[in-house]
């Protein structure tokens, strides 16, 4: 490129090929995540990126191996007002340390109100099923201080999904045997108008009954607003492992989802806009 005066052609046919470059990089992403059995395969998330499948019928425009996975600069957005709010009069601390980094940097989420579909369990009685969304609901809600939520009823256009099933079984690193997991929350990327975004998928236990529902409900919501690890310390919602007497969310896990939000993240931002400067 150097020397060479860039033609608006030339520009744009630089940046389809980087664009082109970048949705590859999230197909190979996605098709890692789908390893593991998941929602989609199920046919229960059936809303697959529309834009990466369009991307990877385009004939490819130079034979030239492509370049690293070049997601969206991170950079942090605005702090929702809600946050914004919360003050910590008891001065807690947090846990933002053991909260991990992941491709897009922190999963931070940037379109309010986050929409959440509960769906119905169909393998119970009609009486058992209205009582467990009901028990998800609340729990999910009690977040609601925090981030403005929405519970939606079309599944197709939420942003985070709730369903009654058993996670797959997980084998843990030191022994052979696999270990039954009461929850389970992942998310996958796509691309909305170019612009990268995620959608969380929870799995909660059909084990989970009563407190343990609230709590795991609770925890599991924790995670799929972007409190990507585990609290040490068993008062805080976010704890890594189930207690006997579930605690509320506590100042230290909004401490720690406040600093989450004032991070970067490649999220909400769109694809290619790096190269424009
Ligand atoms: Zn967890």
Redesign the pocket.
Known sequence: MSGKPLTTKSILRLITALVLVIGTGLLAIFTNLQNKPTLAENGILTNTPENAQDLRKTPPLSPSPPPPLLPPSPRPHPLPPTLVQWKDSTNSGDYFSQVKLTEVCYLVWSQFPIRIYVETPKEISKEQAKTWVNTVIQAVQEWNVYLPLEVVKQPEVANITIVRKAPPLQKSPNSNIPRARS?Q?TYKLYTNNKVLSHRFTILLSPTQTGNYLTAAAR??F??ALGIWG?SPLPSDA?Y?SQVRNPPPISARDVNTLKRVYEQPTSLGWSLGEKYQN
Do not use: D, R
Request: charged share 10%; net charge negative.
């Open positions: 929850a929350t925890h599991e924790g995670h585990h976010l890594f």
